[in-house]
Structure formats: C-alpha cells, structure tokens
C-alpha cells in the first residue's frame, strides 16, 4: 500500500513562493505517476499539475501555467510543487496523488493514492 505524505504548506502573501513535498513509501515511487490537485472552500477537486515517471513528460493547469514547477527525485521518493507568484486564487487545499502508470493524467479518477493534503494559504 503506497503512502502519500504532503508537507510544505503555509500562509504566504501575494507574489511570494511556496514549495511543497510529497514523500511517497510502501511501493516503488519509480513506477508511478505523480499528481498535484488542489480544492478551494466549496469548490470542486482540481488538477494542477502532474508527472510522468521518470519525470520526462509534465503537465500543467492553465491557470498555474509558467507560475509553478513540478519535479521529482526517485532516489529520495518525493515529488515537488514549486510555487512561485502566488495569488489568493491559489489558496486551497493541495493534494498528492499517485497513480499506477507512466503517464501525466489530469483526471483525479485515474490515481490509485492520496495523500491527506497541504493547506496553501495566500494572503492578499
């Protein structure tokens, strides 16, 4: 049974940066694609950005597009979320998630495993 912990959350003002970190134990990390979703107060679950397992292939949200980073070392099983420029639109809980596959999916039916979320506050 894989194990998703996020950690890296925070209160941030507008313009600044967070990163998060997702470590991953109880399988291998390498076979796994990596997700990050994220879920406003009364608002729908929703992608953010995903990679692929070897990290040659990424994906990302239009709406954090050029603003955030994800990477991955699977030497150290852990999967980043750099977020630089932040907005208040941001806040939200964030999400790990991780699927048993190659490939970046946008769609959250398509991961096997969560994590317990990350509160990203950004203050304005």
């Known amino acids: 049974q894989v194990q998703l912990v996020e950690s890296g959350g925070g209160l941030v003002q507008a313009g600044g940066s967070l990163r998060l970190s997702c470590a991953a134990s109880?399988?291998?990390?390498?076979?796994?694609?990596m997700g990050w979703f994220r879920q406003a107060p009364g608002k729908e679950r929703e992608f953010v950005s995903s990679?692929?397992?070897?990290?040659?292939?990424?994906s990302y949200a239009d709406s954090v597009k050029g603003r955030f980073t994800i990477s991955r070392d699977n030497a150290k099983n852990t999967v980043y979320l750099q977020m630089s420029n932040l907005k208040p639109g941001d806040t939200a809980v964030y999400y790990c998630?991780?699927?048993?596959?190659?490939?970046?999916?946008?769609?959250?039916?398509?991961?096997?495993?969560w994590g317990q979320g990350t509160q990203v506050t950004v203050s304005s």
């Open positions: 998630a991780g699927r048993s596959g190659i490939g970046v999916r946008t769609v959250d039916r398509d991961y096997n495993y």
């Open positions: 109880g399988g291998t990390f390498s076979r796994y694609a």
């Open positions: 990679i692929s397992w070897i990290g040659d292939s990424t």
